[in-house]
């Protein structure tokens, strides 16, 4: 049996493309990377999506909850520059660079948008910004 069938190396994405830094999505993106990248529980919780917030609240108040924040302040991607991504309805996933550890990352964050507000989460990174 012999298939003919195309291979593709690139996947698209559905939905429309972002505008040049990503819009109001790009704006909502800088605030969630500089409110994980404080450390700040109050800052943080105010970007978690309303159905988690008050299970998220609550795992914040457990004494160890300290040395989770210091990590992910640590750990979140500084200078971060959206670089494109798609919205689809009401969802997005957005591109961009930064900076982690000292090294440069390019990765990818989704977005869900909740009564009109932009939330992320599963963000991914590789190394290498350019």
């Known amino acids: 049996i012999r298939f003919d069938l195309p291979i593709t190396t690139r996947l698209e994405r559905a939905?429309?493309?972002?505008?040049?830094?990503?819009?109001d999505?790009?704006?909502?993106v800088l605030a969630h990377f500089a409110a994980m990248a404080t450390g700040d529980k109050e800052k943080i919780?105010?970007?978690a999506p309303?159905?988690?917030?008050?299970?998220?609240?609550t795992a914040m108040e457990d004494p160890s909850a300290k040395e989770m924040l210091a990590f992910l302040a640590e750990t979140t991607p500084t200078q971060v520059q959206?670089?494109?991504?798609?919205?689809?309805?009401?969802?997005?996933?957005?591109?961009f660079t930064g900076?982690?550890?000292?090294?440069?990352?390019?990765?990818?964050?989704?977005?869900?948008?909740?009564?009109?507000?932009?939330?992320?989460n599963n963000t991914s990174t590789s190394s290498g910004g350019e």
């Not at 309303?50 to 609240?57: F, S």
């Not at 959206?82 to 591109?95: N, P």
């Not at 000292?102 to 009109?116: A, H, N």
């Open 15 to 23: 939905g429309q493309k972002l505008p040049p830094g990503g819009g």
């Open 50 to 57: 309303p159905d988690v917030r008050a299970e998220q609240r």
């Open 82 to 95: 959206v670089t494109g991504g798609v919205v689809d309805g009401d969802s997005a996933v957005v591109d």
């Open 99 to 120: 900076i982690s550890g000292g090294d440069k990352v390019r990765g990818s964050i989704d977005g869900t948008r909740i009564d009109g507000h932009w939330y992320f």
């Open 25 to 28: 999505i790009g704006k909502a």
């Open 45 to 47: 919780l105010a970007t």
